[in-house]
């Protein structure tokens, strides 16, 4: 069964960086939108970013010159490059992966990112 597999998760510093990475641990057909939610204590899961298959990207207004999502078709790996990152950050990761046929929403077990202040 197709899962996806996220990594890059960890603890930093206030302003320092982390990459997360999310990709399918087999086939899964064409993929549509890539996009990186984040859920914190008590709060309700947000978007991060996403991306088209096309290269278009969406952020939320609190990482818009932070974060960087990418994605890597040959690979059909994506990315979330997270600079200057901020104590607010902190939340557990997770990739979405839109399939475009059959229509199906993927999401990644979640990975953990701390930001220490």
């Known amino acids: 069964q197709v899962q996806l597999v996220e990594s890059g998760g960890g603890l930093v510093q206030a302003g320092g960086s982390l990459r997360l990475s999310c990709a399918p641990s087999?086939?899964?057909?064409?993929?549509?939108?890539m996009g990186w939610y984040r859920q914190a204590p008590g709060k309700q899961r947000e978007l991060v970013a996403t991306?088209?298959?096309?290269?278009?990207?969406n952020y939320a207004d609190s990482v818009k010159g932070r974060f960087t999502i990418s994605r890597d078709n040959a690979k059909n790996t994506g990315y979330l490059q997270m600079n200057n990152t901020k104590p607010e950050d902190t939340a557990v990761y997770y990739c979405?992966?839109?399939?475009?046929?059959?229509?199906?929403?993927?999401w990644g077990q979640g990975t953990q990112v701390t930001v220490s202040s």
């Open positions: 979405n992966v839109q399939r475009i046929f059959p229509p199906r929403t993927y």
């Open positions: 991306i088209t298959s096309n290269g278009f990207t």
């Open positions: 087999g086939s899964i057909g064409s993929i549509s939108t």
